[in-house]
């Protein structure tokens, strides 16, 4: 007996599953494993200063059995002195109430019991009694349903859940060895007459399966249990490299992340899942994950060579977009700006300065009219964050708006003008940025310039200029200078 209690002890600061001071509230169903669970931590408890509080739910499935059993719970706990919480759920008419299935509902009922137990008496962690033998059926029931290195990890020893951790002391105990405690320690338990009957899978798992499978390896339930460990330990390093690069790669957008293509196609094949996994499962709900079939089909359309723009329903109200080099994840409902943008600049006398924040990208747009220098060459800025125009050629007020159709520029170095829409193809601006670049006009209707991509023809800079016109962006976002012009850092990968 005092074994058990010294393997879970040590399991507990292996594992780190409580710290002193800790108040712990136990799922007790009335069964061998919780029976001895509760047994073991009261035992422990003074050592490592802990207070226990049991739980049990009655989920209503088998009348006076599930009652009998919580007159059980209660008088164990009673005998131990130890607090208990009981409650009674209708679980079939929640089932019919709800459609779920009924292992579903009745965790999502005793699952929400257990932590308003748990807030009640302020308790950090909810003490589980799944053992090892659960953890191989666990892991047998999702390598046959199909599952990847994450669901053959099986049961975490400790998880956060909501304000509260789960905690699994026994997850390397097998139940034989609870048994055996129960009955060395004097511990009335009951039997769950539904463990027995083949209705669900985990029964058939447990009662048909692994017996077939132990003819050829009588060890398989360890078998599992060192897979899941091993399995565990390469998920979480795999995590833990995918959050690295997220944090290196990753950035904000409205409505999702983006993600340059290269960046992600540089990566081994296993991190490019892991990394658009974490990235929808940071936009899809909680109670969601995404699957492998979603996140492949993702990682398979971005690794088409050909320059292109796609969007895919990632699931979830979720959408991919492939933006020439620039992948985005995005909720549905967000939208980019709609062109709509509009500010006007009023004429500019003498040598003066405006500043023009333009929200929707977010940017600032620097409108400075100076004099011409003695000697000054005619050298038009350098760049394609700026753009210098003969000031006395310009008409005012200038006009600060997004493009609409049939917009059109007069193009330096060319005869005639040129589809503001093919000028964005041809310098594969991402759509997604095409309504927020803010087009320059003057009041003759001619576009001037269109910041980070070029300047039109009018009002060139010439030996005979008197007053320049300099116009200049200024990216304000966190990462300056990415959002307006990603399709030349893209270039350069």
């Known amino acids: 007996m005092e074994e058990l209690v010294k393997r879970t002890r040590d399991t507990a600061r292996r594992e780190e599953l409580w710290l002193p001071g800790d108040t712990i509230v136990v799922a007790v169903s009335?069964?061998?494993?919780?029976?001895?669970?509760?047994?073991?931590?009261?035992?422990?408890?003074?050592?490592?200063?802990?207070?226990?509080?049991?739980?049990?739910?009655?989920?209503?499935?088998?009348?006076?059995?599930?009652?009998?059993?919580?007159?059980?719970?209660?008088?164990?706990?009673?005998?131990?002195?130890?607090?208990?919480?009981?409650?009674?759920?209708?679980?079939?008419?929640?089932?019919?109430?709800?459609?779920?299935?009924?292992?579903?509902?009745?965790?999502?009922?005793?699952?929400g019991f257990l932590h308003e137990v748990a807030e009640r008496y302020g308790a950090a962690r909810i003490a589980l009694a799944h053992h090892a033998d659960d953890q191989a059926e666990t892991v047998l029931m999702r390598l046959l349903r199909g599952t990847g290195a994450t669901g053959l990890s099986g049961m975490a020893a400790k998880r956060r859940e909501k304000n509260v951790e789960l905690i699994r002391p026994f997850l390397r105990m097998n139940k034989a060895d609870l048994i055996a405690y129960c009955a060395i320690a004097g511990l009335r338990y009951c039997t769950d007459a539904?463990?027995?009957?083949?209705?669900?899978?985990?029964?058939?798992?447990?009662?048909?399966?692994?017996?077939?499978?132990?003819?050829?390896?009588?060890?398989?339930?360890?078998?599992?249990?060192r897979l899941a460990e091993i399995s565990a330990a390469e998920d979480e390093y795999l995590d833990a490299a995918a959050e690295s690069v997220f944090r290196a790669s990753a950035r904000r957008v409205e409505g999702g992340w983006k993600v340059g293509r290269h960046a992600l196609l540089d990566l081994p094949v296993a991190l490019q899942r892991r990394l658009i996994k974490l990235i929808l499962n940071y936009l899809t709900p909680a109670q969601e994950s995404a699957s492998f079939e979603r996140v492949e089909r993702i990682r398979t359309a971005a690794i088409a060579p050909a320059p292109t723009t796609w969007s895919i329903d990632a699931g979830s109200g979720i959408r991919c977009l492939r933006e020439y080099e620039t992948?985005?994840?995005?909720?549905?409902?967000?939208?980019?700006?709609?062109?709509?943008?509009?500010?006007?600049?009023?004429?500019?006398?003498?040598?003066?300065?405006?500043?023009?924040?333009?929200?929707?990208?977010?940017?600032?747009?620097?409108?400075?009219?100076?004099?011409?220098?003695?000697?000054?060459?005619?050298?038009?800025?350098?760049?394609?964050?700026?753009?210098?125009?003969?000031?006395?050629?310009?008409?005012?007020?200038?006009?600060?708006?997004?493009?609409?159709?049939?917009?059109?520029?007069?193009?330096?170095?060319?005869?005639?003008?040129?589809?503001?829409?093919?000028?964005?193809?041809?310098?594969?601006?991402?759509?997604?940025?095409?309504?927020?670049?803010?087009?320059?006009?003057?009041?003759?209707?001619?576009?001037?310039?269109?910041?980070?991509?070029?300047?039109?023809?009018?009002?060139?800079?010439t030996a005979a200029t008197q007053r320049l016109l300099r116009l200049e962006w200024k990216d304000t976002s966190a990462h300056g200078g990415e959002a307006m012009m990603e399709h030349e850092e893209e270039a350069r990968d």
């Open 30 to 111: 009335g069964g061998p494993d919780s029976t001895a669970l509760l047994h073991v931590l009261h035992a422990l408890a003074p050592a490592e200063r802990l207070q226990i509080v049991a739980a049990h739910v009655d989920h209503g499935f088998r009348g006076a059995e599930s009652a009998a059993e919580a007159e059980a719970v209660r008088s164990l706990c009673g005998g131990l002195g130890i607090p208990c919480e009981t409650v009674f759920f209708d679980v079939p008419a929640y089932i019919e109430e709800t459609g779920m299935n009924p292992q579903a509902a009745a965790r999502a009922k005793r699952y």
């Open 194 to 225: 539904s463990n027995a009957k083949r209705g669900y899978f985990r029964n058939r798992v447990r009662l048909d399966i692994l017996p077939f499978l132990e003819k050829y390896n009588p060890n398989i339930a360890e078998s599992l249990v």
């Open 327 to 461: 992948l985005r994840w995005t909720h549905e409902n967000a939208r980019p700006g709609d062109g709509s943008l509009l500010y006007i600049v009023g004429g500019m006398a003498g040598e003066t300065e405006k500043r023009l924040f333009v929200a929707e990208t977010p940017g600032e747009l620097v409108i400075r009219v100076t004099g011409r220098q003695a000697g000054e060459t005619g050298r038009q800025a350098q760049g394609r964050n700026s753009a210098e125009f003969d000031a006395d050629e310009v008409r005012f007020p200038l006009t600060v708006r997004g493009r609409r159709p049939g917009d059109r520029m007069s193009v330096m170095g060319l005869n005639g003008s040129k589809k503001v829409q093919d000028m964005f193809v041809d310098e594969k601006i991402a759509p997604s940025l095409r309504d927020r670049l803010p087009l320059v006009w003057d009041a003759e209707g001619r576009l001037l310039w269109i910041p980070g991509l070029r300047r039109s023809s009018a009002a060139p800079v």
